[in-house]
């Protein structure tokens, strides 16, 4: 059974940093591709970053040079480190992998950035 749980959400001030985390049940070399997801109150979920089993990174042109996707093999554990947080920024986030051509997706973390 395939699981993906996601934390280190929380509430922050503009300027401040926080790291998701979104643990796998299974290895995540599985996945040909995870990312995570931002949706924000009454809009679409858009993709925020990605990371393939091969390392290949890409980031919404928003959160280039602030946010950093990398993965813990061993832990079967993908990061989201974002730092220099926006009001925009704000958001649930969702882990998101594919797994032999099948979606998963984790349950979010909520992700507020409010002075």
């Known amino acids: 059974q395939v699981q993906l749980v996601e934390s280190g959400g929380g509430l922050v001030q503009p300027g401040g940093s926080l790291r998701l985390s979104c643990v796998v049940s299974?290895?995540?070399?599985?996945?040909?591709?995870m990312g995570w997801y931002r949706q924000a109150p009454g809009k679409e979920r858009v993709l925020v970053a990605a990371?393939?089993?091969?390392?290949?990174?890409n980031y919404a042109d928003a959160v280039k040079g602030r946010f950093t996707i990398s993965r813990d093999n061993a832990k079967n554990t993908v990061y989201l480190q974002m730092n220099t947080l926006k009001p925009e920024d704000t958001g649930v986030y969702f882990c998101?992998?594919?797994?032999?051509?099948?979606?998963?997706w984790g349950q979010g973390t909520q992700v507020t950035v409010s002075s």
């Open positions: 998101h992998g594919k797994r032999f051509g099948l979606p998963y």
């Open positions: 299974e290895s995540w070399f599985m996945f040909s591709v």
């Open positions: 990371i393939t089993n091969g390392s290949d990174r």
